[in-house]
């Protein structure tokens, strides 16, 4: 007797991982359609056909809906980045690629990123990406920008390399904000900032090792030591 093999690509994720997917898809259009602070814990529910009392037990608040999506969006630049990972070693066009393509995978939810952004500009929000609720994210993106620096040629100050990642990451959330207001088709002045900042960029890294630019260099680490989120908690520890 013949077992036929299965086709491991083929297995379906589990049910609650299902579910959980629906919650977010469904929200995420309702947000689309009806805007944020007009759409419900119950009309996403309804909408995605589970019971109110389901779609709490995923996601325990509107919040965590979008924490959801701020989970799914650095996900998926992860997997976009990786070609440019894999092929460039120029730090410059490293930062370009990692930067272009967080806007290719963006892009679809531009329609209410703003809407998102109201709320995340609030300090006190767990919206904002600089919460303790953004805390996974905010890693995940911090983690592409270490492997962007990490992997190019370009040497940098042992002092400061290991918080070159974050300040990499400011460097994101201002492009971030930068797209947010961007109307223009494809946002392609966001696109022209990345292709004109990038390699300012990353010479401001390659000459951070030099000598002479050492006392700034110090400056700079106290400063983001200070205040850079989780740096802190991090240095304690």
């Not at 995940?140 to 002092?159: F, M, N, Q, Y």
Request: with cysteine.
């Amino acid at each position: 007797m013949v077992t036929e093999e299965k086709d491991p690509k083929a297995v379906k994720a589990p049910k609650s991982e299902q579910t959980r997917a629906l919650i977010l898809e469904t929200a995420l259009r309702l947000f689309r359609e009806r805007g944020y602070h007009r759409t419900t814990m119950r009309a996403i529910a309804q909408e995605a056909g589970v019971s109110v009392g389901n779609a709490y037990y995923y996601f325990s608040s509107k919040e965590h809906l979008v924490q959801g999506f701020y989970d799914r969006l650095a996900a998926e630049h992860e997997v976009a980045v990786q070609p440019v990972l894999d092929g460039e070693k120029d730090l410059a066009a490293r930062m370009r690629g990692v930067l272009l393509a967080w806007l290719d995978v963006a892009q679809q939810y531009h329609p209410f990123a703003t809407q998102f952004f109201k709320n995340a500009a609030d300090p006190d929000s767990p919206l904002s990406p600089f919460s303790p609720e953004s805390v996974t994210a905010r890693e995940a993106v911090i983690a592409i920008h270490e492997r962007c620096l990490h992997g190019s040629t370009t040497k940098t100050d042992p002092g400061l390399a290991p918080l070159l990642p974050q300040l990499m990451w400011l460097m994101h959330m201002g492009l971030v904000l930068f797209w947010v207001y961007d109307r223009t088709a494809g946002a392609e002045r966001s696109r022209r900032l990345v292709a004109r900042t990038a390699p300012i960029a990353a010479r401001a890294i390659a000459l951070s090792r030099f000598r002479v630019l050492r006392p700034l260099v110090r400056q700079v680490h106290e400063v983001l030591e200070e205040f850079l989120p989780g740096t802190s908690a991090r240095r304690t520890g």
